[in-house]
């Protein structure tokens, strides 16, 4: 009796424990075993997933460097070719779940996918995630999954032969990353391919889809925190939820019905840290663990959030209308960039590059990036990173420069890309807006696309009746149903540059420099409410060219040099710009710096102007902060992140405090703009002086710097100076620390006398690198340091004052380096 109660005792033990095991979510990845093959072959090779067609025939030495040379223009057939991708995996450990999904993240574009010889999915969108319920089609053992990819380009003329009009180009029908059929800085490289991560997820009773945290409401005290869980569930039951957030810990009971259920929770955060951009405090980022029980089932997501209130302001004005934004209520001027792919094969951009790209714009001041609509919904890190780092995004949905269809079947495509793209995001604090597209409202105005392609007054309805239907319809509903509190707008720029209401509300794309061909002083006379594009253009370090050219090929217009350049009148405008403001070099590398200063010098010019004009405008984003090969082009950083000219220039230009100048007539006025939330009492110590060193005239005075302001503290009468061998000098200072410097040059760079220089320098070891110190017994104008060495210069570009003492960190690996030898200094007192 004794023993019978023992085994009785043990069973019910067993059973107990079985019924408290509750199953997860398990998931099981498929990336091994790949191999692929173009589909008039019979020869597989070997594939990496996540990846694409070029990187995988890169990894194979089956094609030479797509970025090297004109190499680009020997490699078209590979985005003319239709690809096919298989693998072999076991799927034991996970069929046991009453679900098992396959989940691909990331298709490119065109596919069909076939598990075990049957059709699983026919994939039409680069940027949507595809789940599949696949138990069925699953079997002990191994199982065939191959991906067949055919080519956007013969898909685009099928779907442009069923309309009675062409849309202004054919890769408006796909729903694929647009830069990559080429832009006026990037080559054309259509890389069909799995270019995100292929996974089987299986789960039983329930799983959690989605999780969204947001603000309700903020106070000094506590913030009020909604936690919205997206449950699926496979009958009806009762489950529990479980929410956890350091220490807070709260539980509800909810009832499940089959299918999508969404459960609403509230959860309080005493003394709340608040979310700041880089610039205006810290940048917290929380963690919340959700947990779902239901009888012997159990899914679990931890979200990331940041506490913040991010607001767009459009009011009525004196002016026009407003356009500028607020954080947690305060008003703020949005410094940054517009940021592209940072590849034209974004599977492969390293987690590193992300990290340092972004530290980059951390370092240059940038409190705001724009994810430009030509290019991807990027990957999750970059948005972690700028949650971390205090970066807002402004973010473009992937529609650029084009019309579009209005087909039943793309409207819906287009939709269920933005469903997955919003609740992907939207946790995070860095997100500050949502925007339609690029360009695409002022193109259909201003570009002649009715005219030049012949449209009827029926095309014309019907193709701006399909974006209505897309940008003021199926997108704004979107976000309103998924995330109401972030605002949108549905076309950047609100109006063209050529129109004078352009000036007076809304953001402007501001192209009168450079497409428009109208001088660098333009950009003081045209600001606007919210500069949210201008740029010029720039050639990248010599290094870089070094990796993708040829030394014979590194002259000015060879093919191969000119292939990395992208715009059709680039090199003409760059030459252009440089007769009228600098001299022009005749040695290649000399021309090669002289760009980026002509680059740096214009958009200096355009970001003091933005900011000495605040609040009447209030944000500036140049054009470009990256590029994704080696080019010639926009960007402040190059392919490989090495920092040019304007990179250092915009890092002076975006610091709290700013020193500023206007001319007028015999008076140059001197601004101080601050973006500090508090005043601030300081000493401006003003100087003319000749480039000898000598000084003219200096008035030092005590000021009180208003916060949020730009206003002017000092008037100085240049009638009299001689403008070709004298300069303004004018400094901040909060105690004894120097906030803010800038120089002011009386006459155009080309004219100025530069004196033969004597330029000494000390070197030091320091940790991870050296410091060297500067010093010229005259002006030194433009100091570059370059070394064939990898590394990076906390300043470069500068210049260097008679007598002054500048020092200078070079970070680098290489602690042998023999940097007394290996460093060059050019000037542009070498080249006047």
Known sequence: MKRLLIVLYISLLIFVLLSCH??????????????????NSQTWVPAKVPGGVHTDLLLNDKIPDPFFGDNEQKLQWIGESGWTYKTTFDADNILENEHVELVFEGLD??????????????????????????????RKGDNNLEVHFQTPEKIEQQNASQLPYQLPDPRGFTRKAPYQYGWDWGPKYISPGIWKPIYLQGWNDLKISNVHVYTKGITDAKAKIVVETEIESNSKQSANIILRNNKQKQSNKLSLETGTNVFLSEIEINNPKLWWPNGMGDHPVYSMEIIVQSGHSEDSRTVKFGIRDIGLIREKDSIGESFYFSINGIPFFAKGANYIPQDNFPSRVSDDKYRQTIQNAVDANMNMLRVWGGGIYEKDIFYDLCDENGILVWQDFMFACNMYPGDSAFLENVRQEAIYQVKRLRNHPSLTLWCGNNEVDEGWHNWGWQKSLNYSEQDSTEIWNNYINIFEDILPKTLHTLTPYLPYIPSSPKIGWGHKEALLEGDIHYWGVWWGEEPFEMYEKKVGRFMSEYGFQGFPDLRTLDSCLLTEDQILNSTALLNHQKHPRGMD??????????????????????????????????????????????????????DCWPVISWSSLDYYNTWKALHYFVRDAY?????????????????????????????????IIGFDGKIKWQNQTQVNIKKTRSDIYESIDITGISNNDHLITALLMDGDSLIAQNL?????????????????????PIPGGFQITLSSDKLAKNVFLTIDEEGHFSDNYFDLLPGEKKPIDFQTENPEIDLAKKLRIITLNDIN
């Open 655 to 687: 610091k709290d405090f700013l020193i500023s100048f206007e001319e007028n007539g015999d008076e140059v006025s001197v601004f101080v703009v601050s973006d500090k939330q508090q005043d601030l009492q300081a000493v401006l110590d003003v100087k």
């Open 109 to 138: 574009t065109y596919a069909d996918v076939y598990l075990n010889d049957s059709l699983i999915l026919t994939a039409d969108n680069m940027f949507r995630q595809w789940i599949v319920e696949v138990k069925d089609f699953l």
């Open 22 to 39: 509750r199953s997860q979510v398990h998931y099981y990845g498929v990336t091994n075993n790949w191999q692929f093959k173009q589909d």
């Open 573 to 626: 405008l760059i030459r252009s710009y440089m007769e009228r403001e600098f001299p022009v070099p005749d040695n290649f590398e000399n021309y090669v710096y002289v760009s980026q200063l002509v680059q740096a010098y214009g958009i200096k010019k355009a970001i003091e102007a933005h900011r000495r004009a605040m609040p009447q405008c209030m944000g500036t984003l140049y054009w470009q902060l990256n």
């Open 744 to 764: 002011y040059y009386l006459g155009p760079t080309k004219l100025l006398d530069l004196p033969s220089i004597n330029i000494t320098k000390e070197f030091i």
